[in-house]
């Protein structure tokens, strides 16, 4: 079974720092990983998404990589903002026919002014 | 862009009463997804369903039922409330099986459900 582990859960940065967020899995035979924020109270809304056939992906500011030789994404931020602040979850598909996502913890981000 | 519904924020019900929480999507994605979120235990998918009135359950259905009746509507019920199903519960879709490269998950805003 599948199981996906952020470290650490809980991450406080100065504004304007570039940051690596952690994601490891125990089953490399992935279809995807996706990268979400959560704001406190709120939904989760998608980041990135890539591709079991890709080794990363890239959204402004932010960039997923993929290593599933290693069991390992990270998603990096470059100069953080205040506005980043919040909880970072990743998700794994794994499994032919698989309809469930296995998610991480999160890892609460907190960017000081 | 593709849009999840959650028909209520904010939820207060009493022990036992019946209780339905509703979702709705509107890119006509073929599966959609409960999950509930508790802090120190993460996200925990309770049922799914991939196609019309076809539904399947998750890691936690004890105490839950669910409907689809249309492809667009997947409600979560709660048959009588109790206090240890208070928590924030997800509503997910997506377009084709999670086996498929390129699928995503997307979610809706929430629910938070205080059971008194």
């Known amino acids: 079974k599948q199981e996906v582990t952020q470290i650490p859960a809980a991450l406080s940065v100065p504004e304007g720092e570039n940051l690596v967020l952690n994601c490891s899995f125990t089953?490399?035979?992935?279809?995807?990983l996706q990268w979400f924020r959560q704001d406190p109270g709120k939904g989760l809304t998608s980041l990135l998404l890539?591709?079991?056939?890709?080794r990363e992906q890239t959204s402004g500011r932010l960039n997923a990589s993929l290593d599933k030789s290693s069991g390992r994404s990270t998603l990096y931020i470059a100069a953080s903002q205040p506005g980043d602040s919040a909880t970072y979850l990743c998700?794994?598909?794994?499994?032919?026919?698989?309809?469930?996502?296995?998610f991480g913890k999160g890892t609460k981000l907190s960017v000081i002014p | 862009d593709v849009k999840v519904t959650q028909s209520s924020r904010y939820l207060v019900k009493r022990t036992g009463e019946k209780v339905f929480l509703e979702c709705v999507q509107d890119?006509?994605?073929?599966?959609m997804f409960w999950y509930r979120q508790d802090p120190g235990l993460g996200l925990r998918l309770i049922y799914f369903?991939?196609?019309?009135?076809?539904?399947e359950k998750g890691d936690i259905p004890e105490g839950y039922s669910v409907s689809r009746e249309k492809k667009e509507r997947f409600s979560l019920i709660l048959e009588s409330a109790s206090t240890n199903q208070t928590s924030m519960y997800l509503c997910?879709?997506?377009?084709?099986?999670?086996?498929?490269?390129?699928?995503?998950?997307?979610f809706g805003q929430g629910t938070r459900l205080t059971v008194v």
């Open positions: 369903s991939y196609d019309v009135k076809m539904k």
């Open positions: 089953d490399s035979a992935i279809y995807n």
């Open positions: 890119m006509d994605h073929e599966n």
């Open positions: 997910a879709s997506s377009s084709d099986g999670w086996g498929k490269e390129g699928t995503e998950a997307f």
């Open positions: 998700a794994a598909i794994s499994g032919a026919g698989s309809y469930q996502l296995t």
């Open positions: 890539i591709q079991s056939s890709q």
